[in-house]
């Protein structure tokens, strides 16, 4: 139980397109989706919070408006990328939390972004 | 706030023999979760072992082993009769046991090869 789904897998992209990236709660309602970009060979960097509902709380330095987040239902969060450059190829991954507090959380099998 | 520290970049073990990978962290809190993830080549985030600071007994999951110690702030991850398929890279997440939804805080991970 407690999947998320991530789609798409993998996507590429010409510079300056928008590209959409979704996760949704199969069995569970996420009330909160966390977001994750992740480099090469390194550890994942939260983005943002979203919270259903309500507007998404952005890390320092991540630009609120390239990444545009909404959590517009309890089993579905999206994160746009507008205006897409190179330097925005990554891995993006989503996570909400399962069970109760001390469950961790469940994550999307991620996104690889490629800005050509 | 909170940070997570893993000093060994990368770790090898040959198969069937014993490995064991280092986590300290920082908090000022007294409760919390602490947490090791694995992220194989597909890139999907599987929860390992979790462990419950209130508790002093050492979370067990089959070949998965923790010693945590409190007072040092320290949580290595042992893997026992090591197999191909745990080659991957390792992450030590730390979470708040507060009200609300907070994220996991990840150290920068252990790449761990297997060598038949």
């Known amino acids: ?116 | 706030a909170q940070t997570v520290t893993q000093s060994q970049p990368e770790m090898s073990v040959q198969e069937a023999e014993t490995v064991t990978l280092s986590c300290t962290y920082d908090t000022s809190e007294s409760d919390y979760y602490l947490f090791w993830y694995k992220q194989p080549p597909s890139r999907q985030m599987i929860l390992v072992i979790r462990q419950e600071a209130y508790k002093q007994q050492n979370a067990t999951e089959n070949r998965f082993s923790v010693n945590f110690q409190k007072a040092a702030k320290s949580f290595s991850l042992k893997i026992s009769d090591s197999q191909l398929g745990d080659a991957a890279m390792y992450f030590c997440a730390y979470r708040r046991t507060n009200s609300g939804n907070t994220p996991l805080v990840f150290g920068k991970g252990t790449r761990l090869s297997v060598i038949a």
């Open chain 1, 1 to 116: 139980g407690a999947v998320v789904s991530q789609h798409p897998s993998w996507v590429i992209c010409k510079s300056g397109t928008s590209v959409k990236i979704e996760c949704r709660s199969l069995d569970f309602q996420a009330t909160t989706m966390f977001w994750y970009r992740q480099f090469p060979k390194q550890s994942l960097m939260l983005m943002a919070t979203s919270n259903e509902g309500s507007k998404a709380t952005y890390e320092q330095g991540v630009e609120k408006d390239k990444f545009l987040i909404n959590h517009a239902s309890l089993t579905l969060s999206t994160l746009t990328v507008t205006s897409a450059h190179p330097e925005d190829s990554s891995f993006y991954i989503c996570s909400a939390p399962r069970g109760g507090v001390g469950y961790g959380y469940t994550f999307g099998s991620g996104t690889r972004l490629t800005v050509v």
